[in-house]
């Protein structure tokens, strides 16, 4: 599985982005999905899931009402939305995927992983 990250870029605070991910390989309809980030100095951190069967979605508490993730099977993509954009949004964002047809367990760990994409907030 190859996950191709795209959308980051620079916005001010209270602005949007729209973060894409690309999977290639096959089951992607049938792995849970998910988001997460890395702050300088910071380990890396949840941000969002989406379950492949029911398509339930899962938000860490610090984005919660603020981003949305979705996908779209059809063409093997999952998408973050990120609104009400903060500084402290400021990372890279990983996409990342799980193993073909398991249960999503919570933390979310994923199997796969794409490269980052910088996503820069001022204030």
């Known amino acids: 599985v190859q996950l191709q990250a795209s959308g980051g870029g620079l916005a001010q605070a209270g602005g949007s982005l729209r973060l894409s991910c690309v999977a290639s390989?096959?089951?992607?309809?049938?792995?849970?999905m998910g988001w997460f980030r890395q702050a300088p100095g910071k380990e890396r951190e949840f941000v969002a899931a989406?379950?492949?069967?029911?398509?339930?979605?899962y938000y860490a508490d610090s984005v919660k009402g603020r981003f949305t993730i979705s996908r779209d099977n059809a063409k093997n993509t999952v998408s973050l939305q990120m609104n009400s954009l903060l500084p402290e949004d400021t990372a890279v964002y990983y996409c990342?995927?799980?193993?073909?047809?398991?249960?999503?367990?919570?933390?979310?760990?994923?199997?796969?992983w794409g490269q980052g994409t910088q996503v820069t907030v001022s204030s």
């Open positions: 990342a995927a799980d193993r073909h047809a398991v249960v999503l367990t919570t933390p979310f760990q994923p199997t796969y």
């Open positions: 390989g096959r089951y992607h309809s049938t792995r849970n």
């Open positions: 989406i379950r492949w069967n029911d398509g339930s979605t």
